[in-house]
């Protein structure tokens, strides 16, 4: 097969492969629009961004999705950092480790938090406090696969035990190392990670359905289950933030390389 054929099987599979994820979407769109009969109008979105609920939706899943990932860089920057530099035989058990949420359905991950806590001597379902906490521990295990492999991937960009040495032999201790050496050089990598994370929390479903929170999630599906064009609009606005997500992670990357080792 001759190179020019080459390019033009490749670019007919990205053609279907455009069509084929943009088309639906497409279609979304369109019918979000069609609310109001015979005209092309944007009454959906008025109608689902004047309702107090969507606010109140959104903003508890952006609280909650900001506390996730301030969480999951707390736990998995030290671990991580760690077994690189004290004990690498542990990267395979942490890669099984941390695919288990793929495995694992969420629902049943909720019903053993509703059955484990629900219950004395912890009953945290009893209070909404008590429920939110269980919500951010079960956001936190469901986006660790992502959290966990973009700092994975940062510190293989990075000579790790080199600028450890490099920052002990100044007189830094291991706080300064972890925060003021290793960090900057990963922010790219943290920044990727937290983006992804937010976009799963503001969108996950099923753990704000069944422990009984006003998420996002929640709230699309109610909405979907008694009215036909804000749904669509909703969808639109939820792959709208996820591209956003995207396109932030893009912008941020770029000039990657020339700032990796020097944390600027």
Not at 75 to 81: E, G, Q
Not at 106 to 117: A, D, E, H, N, Q
Request: net charge positive; glycine share 8%.
């Amino acid at each position: 097969m001759t190179k020019q054929k080459k390019n033009s099987w490749a670019i007919f599979w990205a053609v279907l492969a455009m069509l084929y994820f943009f088309l639906p979407m497409l279609g979304t769109f369109i019918f979000s629009l069609r609310m109001k009969r015979g005209v092309l109008s944007l009454m959906a979105y008025q109608s689902v961004l004047a309702d107090s609920h969507f606010l109140e939706s959104f903003r508890y899943s952006a609280t909650m999705g900001i506390i996730t990932v301030t969480i999951s860089v707390l736990l998995l920057l030290p671990t991580v950092y760690w077994i690189y530099i004290k004990a690498p035989w542990m990267r395979a058990a942490m890669d099984i480790i941390t695919i288990l949420p793929f495995v694992v359905p969420v629902i049943v991950l909720v019903f053993g938090l509703i059955r484990t806590f629900g219950r004395p001597p912890f009953q945290l379902t009893l209070t909404a406090f008590g429920t939110d906490i269980l919500m951010i521990a079960g956001y936190v295990i469901i986006t660790m696969p992502y959290m966990y492999r973009a700092i994975d991937v940062g510190m293989r960009s990075v000579d790790v035990r080199t600028l450890t040495e490099a920052a002990q032999s100044l007189g830094s201790n291991w706080l300064q190392i972890l925060t003021q050496v290793i960090l900057p050089n990963l922010r790219i990598a943290v920044l990727s990670g937290a983006l992804i994370c937010f976009a799963t929390v503001m969108g996950e479903l099923i753990l704000g359905d069944f422990l009984v929170r006003p998420a996002l999630g929640s709230y699309m599906a109610g909405v979907g289950r008694s009215k036909a064009y804000e749904p669509a609009a909703l969808a639109i606005i939820s792959y709208g933030l996820t591209w956003l997500c995207l396109g932030l992670i893009q912008y941020f990357s770029r000039g990657r390389e020339g700032g990796q080792l020097t944390g600027r």
